[in-house]
């Protein structure tokens, strides 16, 4: 058990989620007073001690099921599978719809065992879990179980009953293929061992999902995850700056006041310095290939707008407009919604340019850019072979105390095809690879 456990938590590391080595004896310690044959206490007490963030929960569940749902080997699946209710497909498919017409967790969880057993067959060690599901589901149509439930309800429900309804059995559905995928990552963990299956079977934590990429559930998952990240860092930027006004230690008052105890510098004495919030001029490409990126950087930012003295957003596509004034009193998600709708950053075709971008930021706010200010601008560089005007960059930087500039491309595709990234980025401070919310704490942790 211990090996199985220290196997368990080295996973949950390996898959992003922080666990510290005295998260590890507290988990320890707390299993000495629970029974560990109660299957759903032990989980309840793993989660506990070494979850900090419940986003984490998904990616703990799917280890926790892999080092602690297996280990009994193919020749014990295959005597258990030997005592299952024999039947004809049509019974088992009239089971399952009244499983889920019922809302029946438990026999739903049965059932989903049941399916992988009879129709995934997971005997191989060469196939990977989307095969076994293949075969699962090309038995089970799950959009006719649907409609046949559908079916099952008064015809006169109204349009909302009937929306509740249907939401209602798709999430009853998604619950059944969740546990499909579960017993199927199971049983392959019998055949090639927790540690082969737990390499593929976690999906990303909130903050290591790509933005460009994220599907449309991947983000809500990343909208529901801003708050809390940006609290933490808000929380530690402002311990940060606390503990800055201290200063460095002055030498000369700290040996002149130690002149009375004979010389021992009992009492330190420190420079004092003013320390300032910093400016944030925000430039975002919210063209379709970086838009999603753009939007998560803004929620970010004016989620913690507090820590800076002023921060003024501007948005663009081939041409710009400021947007502050849609962050200063509503909710950011709503926002940052509205800018969709309204943000005039379409002038000519609706491809990016940021040259043209670019000098009408000059025109409109360059002379607001001081020695307190901060630049970020983000995008990808690619700028549809129009001319880039890189002197603004250039400018920005004499007149900024600084000016980044992020990227959610890979580095490997940085001045590939209509990227001019090598050429806004000798005059910034830094061009940096910004790919998910990860990257982009990290980034404001190091440089606000």
């Known amino acids: 058990m211990l090996n199985r456990f220290l196997s368990f938590a080295r996973a949950l590391r390996d898959a992003g989620v922080p666990v510290a080595i005295s998260e590890d004896l507290d988990a ?97 060690e060469r196939a990977g879990s989307p095969y076994f599901e293949y075969r699962v589901f090309r038995v089970i149509d799950m959009n006719v179980l649907l409609g046949r439930m559908m079916r099952e309800q008064d015809p006169d429900l109204s349009p909302l009953e009937e929306r509740l309804w249907r939401d209602e059995f798709e999430q009853r559905l998604r619950r059944f293929r969740e546990e499909v995928q579960g017993e199927v990552r199971r049983r392959l963990a019998e055949h090639k061992g927790p540690e082969q299956v737990a390499r593929h079977a976690v999906r990303a934590l909130p903050e290591d999902l790509d933005f460009v990429r994220a599907t449309r559930d991947e983000i809500l998952q990343l909208r529901r995850s801003i708050r809390p990240l940006a609290r933490r860092l808000a929380t530690r930027l402002a311990m940060k700056r606390k503990h800055a006004r201290k200063g460095r230690l002055d030498v000369r008052k700290t040996v002149r006041a130690s002149l009375s105890t004979g010389g021992v510098p009992f009492d330190t004495r420190y420079k004092h310095r003013s320390v300032h919030k910093p400016e944030l001029f925000l430039l975002c490409d919210i063209s379709g290939s970086v838009a999603a990126f753009a939007r998560f950087t803004l929620m970010f930012v004016h989620a913690f707008q507090a820590q800076f003295s002023r921060v003024r957003s501007f948005v663009f596509v081939d041409t710009l407009d400021e947007v502050t004034h849609l962050f200063e009193h509503e909710d950011f998600l709503v926002a940052v919604d509205r800018m969709n709708s309204e943000a005039d950053v379409v002038w000519l075709d609706g491809h990016s340019d940021y040259g043209t971008s670019l000098k009408r930021f000059m025109e409109r706010a360059g ?82």
Request: no cysteine; glycine share 6%.
């Open 28 to 124: 320890m310690r707390a299993l000495a007073h629970v029974p560990m044959e109660d299957r759903d206490t032990f989980r309840a007490t793993l989660s506990t001690t070494m979850l900090k963030n419940e986003a984490h929960r998904p990616a703990f569940d799917t280890l926790f099921d892999l080092y602690f749902g297996t280990g009994r080997g193919p020749e014990a699946l295959a005597e258990a599978d030997s005592q299952l209710p024999e039947g004809s497909e049509d019974e088992y498919l009239d089971d399952l719809f009244g499983a889920l017409l019922a809302g029946d967790g438990d026999r739903i969880r049965e059932l989903a065992r049941q399916a992988v057993a009879r129709f995934g067959r997971v005997e191989s």
């Open 367 to 448: 002379r607001d850019v001081g020695p307190k200010a901060s630049v970020l601008i983000l995008g990808d560089a690619r700028n549809n072979y129009r001319e880039p005007a890189a002197w603004v960059v250039k400018e920005l930087q004499k007149a900024a105390k600084r000016v980044f500039w992020l990227n959610p491309e890979p580095k490997m595709y940085w001045d590939t095809g209509d990227s001019v990234a090598s050429e806004y980025a000798r005059y910034a401070d830094g061009m940096i690879e910004v790919r998910n919310l990860r990257q982009l704490e990290e980034f404001i942790a190091r440089v606000v």
